[in-house]
């Protein structure tokens, strides 16, 4: 299985970004795909989450303001909006075969998801 990340970038406070992830493939019924981030000097943190029932899962700090979609059956969107410095970070995809949000650990956590793409840099300019 292999992730290929897109979008990411620079932007301005109270700005928009959107960040896709494709999946190589799957072979189960369901898979949960989402985002950890990890900026300078913070722990890996899940940022949101989503399962191919469509149940999502989202850290308290971006509830309102990111939606995690799933586009199509290989394709998991991130769309963030007004956006704050302190979502400057490293976004890594993640994926995990035969998952469901409803099982996610409340804290979802790296050794929940084998599968990881290469991160792509989001900076948010005050």
């Known amino acids: 299985v292999q992730l290929v990340e897109s979008g990411g970038g620079s932007v301005q406070a109270g700005g928009s970004l959107r960040l896709s992830c494709t999946v190589s493939?799957?072979?189960?019924?369901?898979?949960?795909s989402g985002w950890f981030r990890q900026g300078a000097d913070k722990g890996l943190e899940g940022v949101a989450f989503?399962?191919?029932?469509?149940?999502t899962r989202y850290a308290d700090d971006v509830k309102g303001r990111f939606t995690i979609s799933r586009d199509t059956d290989k394709i998991t969107s991130l769309q963030m909006d007004d956006l704050k410095s302190d979502d400057s970070s490293m976004y890594y995809c993640?994926?995990?075969?035969?998952?469901?949000?409803?099982?996610?650990?409340?804290?979802?956590?790296?050794?929940?998801?084998?599968?990881w793409g290469q991160g792509t840099r989001v900076d948010v300019s005050s």
């Open positions: 989503i399962d191919s029932v469509g149940s």
């Open positions: 493939e799957y072979s189960y019924a369901s898979y949960c």
């Open positions: 993640a994926v995990e075969m035969g998952c469901w949000v409803e099982h996610l650990h409340e804290e979802v956590s790296k050794p929940e998801f084998n599968h």
